[in-house]
């Protein structure tokens, strides 16, 4: 089954910007065939269900081992990408 998951992370911490920098570098290192959008509010993958969930839970845990800091994750079946939500906005 195919996902979009949105991410916004917020560092509780004076560093903030360096967590988010290398939490964005080290998931679109290890991205292993998902489709890895940024923006200034979140961040949002796509791909197969089971990958995506597994590299969260390994990168996510990184960051909440190592900082301060709140994940908000929106989930949902499907590809929601740009394209292919176009057509639906008329």
């Known amino acids: 089954m195919e996902a979009s998951i949105e991410i916004s992370l917020y560092p509780l911490s004076e560093n903030y910007k360096d ?7 080290s998931l679109k290192s290890k991205n292993a065939n998902l489709r890895i959008e ?12 089971d990958a995506l969930m597994k590299l969260l839970q390994g990168e996510m845990k990184k960051v909440l081992e190592e900082n301060k800091a709140v994940f908000i994750l929106k989930l949902s079946s499907g590809m929601r990408t740009p394209e292919s939500v176009e057509g639906l906005l008329g």
Do not use: A, D, P
């Open 38 to 49: 940024t923006n200034g509010l979140s961040t949002q993958v796509f791909g197969e269900y």
């Open 19 to 25: 967590v988010i920098v290398e939490f964005l570098k």
